[in-house]
């Protein structure tokens, strides 16, 4: 089992900047892939970014890159997801996820046994 509790969310300007953190508990978070995902009002939950159980695979969706970074520390069982020129579109609420057994590919919801409560981040214009 792993328990996933983000925060850090918030309201920031457009161009402003964020960092999210996902504490975990639990004894397999060091061996999980992670991954960031967000929904917005009316939309299906997307697919942010992942990063492999060492901090050696990482992978974003397009619209986020070059702005988030992904990382983790295992020592501390804790996610990050550092988000810079953050714009209006950014906005949604923001989940942590642990990848364990679950089938489904990396970038998709499916892919994740474990999620967090989420956490809101708007940008405003």
């Known amino acids: 089992q792993v328990q996933l509790v983000e925060s850090g969310g918030g309201l920031v300007q457009a161009g402003g900047s964020l960092r999210l953190s996902c504490a975990a508990s639990?004894?397999?978070?060091?061996?999980?892939?992670m991954g960031w995902f967000r929904q917005a009002p009316g939309k299906e939950r997307e697919f942010v970014a992942t990063i492999g159980w060492s901090g050696g695979t990482i992978y974003y969706t397009d619209v986020v890159k070059g702005r988030f970074t992904i990382s983790r520390d295992n020592a501390n069982n804790t996610l990050y997801l550092q988000m810079n020129s953050l714009k209006p579109e950014d906005t949604a609420v923001y989940y942590c996820?642990?990848?364990?057994?679950?089938?489904?590919?990396?970038?998709?919801?499916?892919?994740?046994?474990?999620w967090g409560q989420g956490t809101q981040v708007t940008v405003s214009s």
């Open positions: 639990g004894r397999t978070f060091s061996r999980s892939t």
């Open positions: 996820a642990a990848r364990r057994n679950a089938r489904g590919n990396y970038y998709e919801a499916r892919g994740y046994d474990y």
